[in-house]
Each structure stands twice: as C-alpha cells, then as structure tokens.
C-alpha cells in the first residue's frame, strides 16, 4: 500500500487574549482542515486548554520567567513590550526542539501581529512566517501610519485633553483623532513603539487579516498596494469558516431557555468583552437606563469588571429589583448563539473585532460602547460607513442608555439600521462560500504555503 504523504506542519502563536486566541484557533482549525498539522506554540498567559475540537493539534508552552502579577499591573501595552524582549530567546529553543523532533517538514510560522518576537524568530531558521491580524484592516492602516501621524503633529491633541480630537484624521476619513486605536493606560511613546513592531512586516511572506473585502475593500487595497507590498488574504470571519469552541471562560447557557421565552427582536444583548473595566456608579446607571427603556435585556457582567467589586455584590439592593424584571444577567454567555437567537434585537458592546464580526454575521445592530484600541475604529465604521451601530460618547448616565436603546430597538432608525445589517450578514456569508472572495483568498492562501 502507498504511504499517504506526510502533513506539513505549521506554528502558529497567539497572542495571550480572548479575543486575540479565538480567531487564531478558528484558523488553525480552518487550516488543519486543508491538510495542515497544527502546532500552537502559546506563553502561560490566558492558557487556551484544547476541547475535544483540537484532538490532533500539538499544543506547547513557550517557557517565560514573567510573573503572573504583570499581566495584570502592567496592562495590554506595556505587558506585551515586555512579553516580547522575554519570549524571543525561549521560542528560539522551542522552535530548534520543533525542527529535531518533527519527522514532517515545518513549513512555516503564523504569528500573532503582537506576538512579533516569533517572526523574528522564523527567521533565524530560515522558515517562511506569516503575520495574522486578528483586528481589521482599517486598524492595521492607523497603525501603519500612526509614525508619519505622529511627525506631522496630528497626534498632538491626544497628549492634551484640551485639544481637539474631534477633528478628522487627514486620508483615514471618516475617523476622527480620537477614533485612533490608542489607549488611555498607555502614553503615546510606548503604544508607537509597539505599533511599530506590529506593522513591520520583517520577512514576513504574506500578512492574513480576519475580514472581508465586502467591509473593508479600501483599506486592504491601500495595504496591498501601499502599507505592506506582500500578499495580503482576507479570510475572514474566521468564525463563519471554522466554528469552534475557544471561550476561556464558562458559558452560562440558561440564558438560551430565557431568550426562548422572549419575543422575535425583542431583547438587547449586552457584553462589554473579556477585558472591559467598569465604575459601579456606570454599571448603576446602565441598569437604570435599560430599566427606564422599557426593553428585556440579557446582560453579561464578568466577574472582576465591575471596580471595587467581585460581581455584583457591592451594587445596591435597586440593581437587583431593576433586573428581576425585564432582564437576565449571566457571568459569561455563548455570544455566538446569543447573537444568532430570533429574539435578540440589538448589541450594546465595546466593539472589539470578534464581537463586531459576530454581530455583523447575525445581522444585529449595534450600540457601541469602545473603551480603547482597535474599538474606536470599529465602533466608527459601524457608526458611520456601515450605519448599523449607535456611539455612545462621554460620560454614561441613565437618559444616554434609555435613548439608545429606544433608538436601536423602538424606533424606525433601528428598523432602518437592522435591514442594513441583515443586507450586510447576507455579503458575510456569500463571501465565506465556494467562490466567495474570502474563500477564494483562504485556496489562495493554502496554495501559496503549499509552494513555499
């Protein structure tokens, strides 16, 4: 009997967030179903534990001496610089250990865009590595930019409060100076070092972006033709390609049996993703607001997001009675099954890239509640080039909620909004099918690593 050919054998390296691991394991599991062995080279950080879904993945830590507490003191920038200088030497001696153990070749590394220090890795060894952005690619051009921003002065009014970051961003209409993927825990110096990490393309043979070009066809244009000047596969949604099970933290399902007591586009789903911090006094004043609306509610309020508190203990005995009523909280729900339930109408969300791309997906618009990064141009888009989302800006109080939600779930703006999303989850999906761009972009993807 003929031997089957042996698999070829990718890396790929996450990045040590919930949104960061998911689209990554969503490829990995895309990709082993085109013939690739799958290894997934991860720091103790987050620790993604394989589901029966991974079962012939290799999974391997990469040693580090960080410790635990600098995940959370140091915050996403700094920790991540500093990830990056430790992990360099270690995923050295993991990636030689790799190339002696493997029977099969290694044909290449897929690294996280902030996990930059395994590109520079590959290199040493002379395997072919690929960058994967699991934001959009509109965050991608700030980011490739944001070093020419920053000399022409146009940063200037994020290092004043005083200055005006409401102005437009010159050739990124229609994003404003504070629609830029920054960070309020980060000072501007640091979070350019990092981006400038990010987008250097080192030997990088190809960048894959989690999109679509039916979202974003400008802003991949201008990376292939301008930003970057190697191949650029939108493959995305990732999670439309390849559903798996990723969350790293327990789905509560009861809520699936309340929604099915609720009816046809009736109820507002709110989750703030995994790493969204919270006052008490907003998460009072959001419970007001949704009380005030009139509107059932499904609420996710993850232990630890709420300042000061471990839930929702500290909250007065009020918060309890408003939600009794016409809503639902849960510490952590199947987002993707929420999202796709008959009975949810509206999203309010901190607009990170997966919750976005999920949205979109079900055809539910959103109110957009960004706190940092990649959100604020997300939540922008969505506001304004998509027009299916509501920004909600400055400080949060009762009447600010009451009034969006209404706007999304009452009104004929909101009906208005929910046909546009559903025109654009109908694109999505063609797009993700035989002969559908990101589907022809992923063949073209697998050929290109085939030959290399």
Same mark, same amino acid.
């Given at each position: 009997? +003929?031997?089957?050919?042996?698999?070829?054998?990718?890396? *790929?390296?996450?990045?040590?967030? &919930?949104?960061?691991?998911?689209?990554?394991?969503?490829?990995?599991?895309?990709?082993?179903?085109? @013939?690739?062995?799958?290894?997934?080279? &991860?720091?103790?950080?987050?620790?993604?534990?394989?589901?029966?879904?991974?079962? $012939?993945?290799?999974?391997?830590?990469?040693?580090?001496?960080?410790?635990?507490?600098?995940?959370?003191?140091?915050?996403?920038?700094?920790?991540?610089?500093?990830?990056?200088?430790?992990?360099?030497?270690?995923?050295?001696?993991?990636?030689?250990?790799?190339? *002696? %153990?493997?029977?099969?070749?290694?044909?290449?590394?897929?690294?996280?865009?902030?996990?930059?220090?395994?590109?520079?890795?590959?290199?040493?060894?002379?395997?072919?590595?690929?960058?994967?952005?699991?934001?959009?690619?509109?965050?991608?051009?700030?980011?490739?930019?944001?070093?020419?921003?920053?000399?022409?002065?146009?940063?200037?009014?994020?290092?004043?409060?005083?200055?005006? &970051?409401?102005?437009?961003?010159?050739? /990124?209409?229609?994003?404003?100076?504070?629609?830029?993927?920054? !960070?309020?825990?980060?000072? *501007?110096?640091?979070?350019?070092?990092?981006?400038?990490?990010?987008?250097?393309?080192?030997?990088?043979?190809?960048?894959?972006?989690?999109?679509?070009?039916? *979202?974003?066809?400008?802003?991949?244009?201008?990376?292939?033709?301008?930003? /970057? $000047?190697?191949?650029?596969?939108?493959?995305?949604?990732?999670?439309?390609?390849?559903?798996?099970?990723?969350?790293?933290?327990?789905?509560?399902?009861?809520?699936?049996?309340?929604?099915?007591? %609720?009816?046809?586009?009736?109820?507002?789903?709110?989750?703030?993703?995994?790493?969204? =911090?919270?006052?008490?006094? +907003?998460?009072?004043?959001?419970? /007001?607001?949704?009380?005030?609306?009139?509107?059932?509610?499904?609420?996710?309020?993850?232990?630890?997001?709420?300042? @000061? !508190?471990?839930?929702?203990?500290?909250?007065?005995?009020?918060?309890?009675?408003?939600?009794? @009523?016409?809503?639902?909280?849960?510490?952590?729900?199947?987002?993707?099954?929420?999202?796709?339930?008959?009975?949810?109408?509206?999203?309010?969300?901190?607009?990170?890239?997966?919750?976005?791309?999920?949205?979109?997906?079900?055809?539910?618009?959103?109110?957009? #509640?960004?706190?940092?990064?990649?959100?604020?141009?997300?939540?922008?888009?969505?506001?304004?080039?998509?027009?299916?989302?509501? %920004?909600?800006?400055?400080?949060?109080?009762?009447?600010?909620?009451?009034?969006?939600?209404? #706007?999304?779930?009452?009104?004929?703006?909101? $009906? +208005?909004?929910?046909?546009?999303?559903?025109? =654009?989850?109908?694109?999505?999906?063609? !797009?993700?099918?035989?002969?559908?761009?990101?589907?022809?972009?992923?063949?073209?993807?697998?050929?290109?690593?085939?030959?290399?």
């Amino acid at each position: 009997m +003929e031997d089957k050919p042996a698999r070829r054998r990718l890396v *790929l390296v996450p990045a040590s967030a &919930q949104g960061h691991i998911s689209p990554m394991m969503q490829l990995a599991k895309a990709l082993h179903l085109k @013939g690739f062995s799958i290894t997934i080279a &991860q720091t103790k950080f987050n620790y993604f534990n394989p589901s029966d879904d991974f079962t $012939d993945f290799q999974f391997i830590t990469i040693p580090e001496s960080l410790p635990e507490s600098d995940f959370e003191n140091l915050r996403p920038v700094l920790f991540l610089l500093k990830l990056n200088k430790e992990c360099q030497a270690s995923f050295k001696d993991c990636l030689g250990q790799l190339l *002696l %153990q493997q029977s099969n070749e290694i044909s290449g590394v897929i690294y996280d865009e902030y996990m930059y220090f395994a590109g520079a890795v590959a290199k040493e060894f002379n395997l072919p590595n690929v960058i994967f952005s699991t934001t959009n690619a509109t965050a991608f051009v700030c980011r490739s930019v944001f070093e020419e921003l920053n000399a022409n002065n146009v940063l200037a009014p994020l290092k004043d409060s005083k200055g005006k &970051q409401d102005e437009l961003v010159p050739g /990124l209409h229609p994003l404003r100076i504070k629609d830029l993927p920054t !960070s309020k825990i980060a000072s *501007l110096d640091k979070i350019l070092e990092l981006y400038k990490n990010t987008v250097d393309k080192g030997t990088a043979s190809s960048v894959i972006i989690n999109t679509s070009s039916c *979202l974003e066809s400008s802003s991949l244009s201008w990376l292939q033709q301008e930003g /970057l $000047d190697i191949p650029v596969y939108p493959i995305g949604p990732l999670h439309m390609v390849a559903s798996t099970s990723t969350s790293l933290f327990e789905e509560n399902k009861s809520c699936i049996e309340w929604l099915n007591k %609720q009816k046809q586009d009736s109820v507002i789903f709110v989750s703030l993703g995994s790493l969204a =911090l919270i006052d008490i006094n +907003e998460a009072i004043e959001t419970a /007001l607001g949704l009380d005030n609306s009139n509107q059932h509610f499904l609420w996710v309020i993850r232990p630890g997001s709420i300042r @000061g !508190s471990e839930w929702i203990e500290h909250l007065p005995e009020e918060f309890s009675k408003m939600v009794s @009523g016409r809503g639902y909280v849960v510490k952590w729900a199947p987002q993707k099954e929420v999202l796709a339930h008959p009975a949810v109408g509206g999203f309010w969300s901190h607009c990170g890239w997966n919750s976005t791309l999920e949205s979109i997906g079900e055809g539910v618009p959103m109110i957009c #509640r960004p706190f940092s990064a990649d959100q604020n141009v997300n939540a922008r888009y969505l506001e304004c080039v998509w027009r299916i989302g509501i %920004q909600v800006e400055g400080e949060l109080d009762r009447g600010v909620v009451e009034r969006a939600v209404k #706007r999304l779930m009452v009104e004929e703006e909101g $009906d +208005e909004m929910r046909k546009r999303a559903v025109s =654009l989850k109908e694109k999505l999906r063609a !797009s993700v099918r035989s002969g559908g761009s990101s589907h022809n972009s992923l063949e073209e993807f697998v050929h290109f690593m085939s030959t290399l």
